[in-house]
């Protein structure tokens, strides 16, 4: 196989695991695992939302805990941005963050009840605050959600992925995320997608983010990293996922994909053992347990003891 020698992996569990928790996780628990996370060796981590309160209480602190974070060197910084409103009032925290992370969706059924604008609606919102993210120094990712299939429309076809994309990208976006939002894609899918993806987007980083709703997100993993994808969005302990079709489930885990990719020999910077750590944090914190397979089994590197 030929594989990259390293990829990136952006840690989005502040963010996206803990807005779908039914609970309101603490202020200080957050902070207390953010600058965790900055110790195991991640290069980027999406802290929070600036999306409205009522909308989403558990990220309504979300200034806070930018403020409350300590800023560690080499750890970029993102948080995500809905409208321009929001960026407005993430520019007031502007010295606290470094990417801003946009979103839509590739089906028109499942933008329309995420955000009740249609795609192109959105597209117009986006591109005012693309000018203004990038007038304020701040690198712009945007992530393309059901780029693989939508749980109301079924099939989405790759051109009209690529199609956002390639406006998305027209705006001054650097980096776009494909996401299998509710977990349907499968490995053939996903190996035709990003192989294709460097021609369609050229100069544009790819990145890769999936759900294991079916169990085949470490699978897909493997297909894009094969495809020649080397950018990564995961979550500790598999939270997250979209909170609005019936049966969705979380990211794929974080320690599963580094300790995959690890055995591999294809590294990420990130030190495993202090990451488990981190996620057991987590587990605690939310005192339930978590769907990551490594979480419970341990690294392959303990010999099966879980520590």
Not at 9 to 35: H, M, S, W, Y
Not at 126 to 147: F, M
């Amino acid at each position: 196989m030929q594989l990259p020698e390293h990829v990136k992996i952006r840690e989005v569990g502040p963010r996206d695991g803990f807005q779908n928790e039914p609970e309101v996780i603490a202020t200080g628990d957050k902070v207390a695992l953010i600058d965790e996370l900055t110790q195991t060796g991640l290069t980027h981590i999406e802290i929070t939302s600036f999306v409205r309160a009522d909308v989403i209480p558990q990220l309504a602190d979300g200034a806070e805990v930018l403020q409350r974070m300590q800023r560690r060197e080499g750890v970029t910084v993102g948080v995500l941005i809905p409208n321009q409103r929001g960026l407005e009032n993430a520019l007031e925290q502007a010295d606290r963050f470094d990417e801003a992370s946009l979103f839509l969706s590739a089906s028109e059924t499942h933008n329309m009840k995420n955000v009740n604008r249609t795609i192109e609606q959105s597209l117009a919102g986006l591109s005012e605050v693309v000018t203004t993210a990038r007038a304020a120094g701040k690198r712009c990712v945007a992530v393309i959600s059901t780029s693989f299939g939508c749980p109301y429309e079924g099939h989405v076809d790759p051109a009209r992925v690529f199609e956002i994309a390639q406006e998305l990208a027209g705006f001054g976006v650097e980096e776009i995320g494909l996401a299998d939002t509710t977990g349907m894609a499968n490995p053939a899918q996903v190996a035709e997608i990003f192989a294709a993806a460097p021609t369609k987007l050229p100069g544009i980083e790819i990145t890769a983010h999936f759900h294991n709703t079916r169990g085949q997100g470490t699978a897909n993993v493997l297909a894009a990293l094969q495809a020649g994808c080397a950018s990564f969005e995961s979550s500790f302990g598999e939270l997250g996922g979209c909170p609005f079709p019936p049966g969705s489930t979380g990211n794929v885990a974080t320690e599963d994909i580094v300790s995959m990719l690890h055995e591999m020999g294809v590294q990420t910077g990130i030190d495993l053992e202090k990451y488990v750590a981190v996620s057991r944090h987590a587990q605690a914190v939310i005192g339930r347990s978590l769907g990551s397979h490594v979480l419970r089994a341990g690294p392959v590197e303990w010999g099966g003891t879980g520590r």
